[in-house]
């Protein structure tokens, strides 16, 4: 059987905050760009009149590469670049997430010369099997029953850590 060479993630472009053209904010018509490789990429479709604050709430599915290390997320006013974000895989796959895990987002755009210009919410999710366990493992994630489930949720989950005297 043949490894697959990408997953599935669904990218939740929900909304901007402060966003900026030339250090003014931005009056209309702002998309955003998702790229998992510089062959793969999906928009979301433009937020007339949310100026510096624009909320599209779209569900972008895409393909994300096995050997995907960054999601590029970019915002567009028009043809401009209001600012860009390098989003680690990491921080929504692998490790100790959950299969179908909903990982919930902010990160802060930068423009072309580097500076802070806005923040992008998202919501990321990585589809299928695969996606679970711990360490990069394929054993399914499970937590340990509470002794009082009247008082939780009736689930305790715990990240190992390695310890040195």
């Known amino acids: 059987m043949e490894k697959p060479s990408s ?10 905050e402060g966003l900026l053209l030339s250090r003014r904010p931005v009056k209309k018509n702002v ?3 998702v790229k998992t490789d510089p062959f793969n990429s999906r928009s979301t479709g433009v937020d007339p009149e949310g100026g510096s604050y624009p909320a599209w709430n779209e569900k972008l599915v895409m393909e994300l590469p096995l050997h995907a290390h ?5 915002a567009h006013a028009g043809s401009r670049l209001i600012g860009v974000a390098n989003i680690p895989v990491s921080d929504f796959s692998g490790g100790y997430l959950p299969e179908n ?3 919930f ?5 930068r ?4 500076e802070k210009n806005g923040i992008i919410n998202l919501s990321v999710k990585v589809k299928g099997s695969g996606n679970m366990g711990y ?8 937590g340990v029953p509470t ?3 009247k008082v939780s949720d009736g689930i305790v989950t715990g990240i190992p850590v390695s310890y040195r005297y």
């Open 147 to 149: 002794a009082d489930a």
């Open 111 to 114: 423009d072309s010369n580097g």
């Open 7 to 16: 997953k599935e993630i669904e990218v939740t472009v929900i909304s901007g």
């Open 70 to 74: 960054f999601i590029t997320v970019e």
């Open 101 to 103: 895990y909903l990982s």
């Open 135 to 142: 360490a990069g493992s394929s054993r399914p994630w499970m």
């Open 31 to 33: 998309s955003v760009t």
């Open 105 to 109: 987002l902010s990160y802060r755009l």
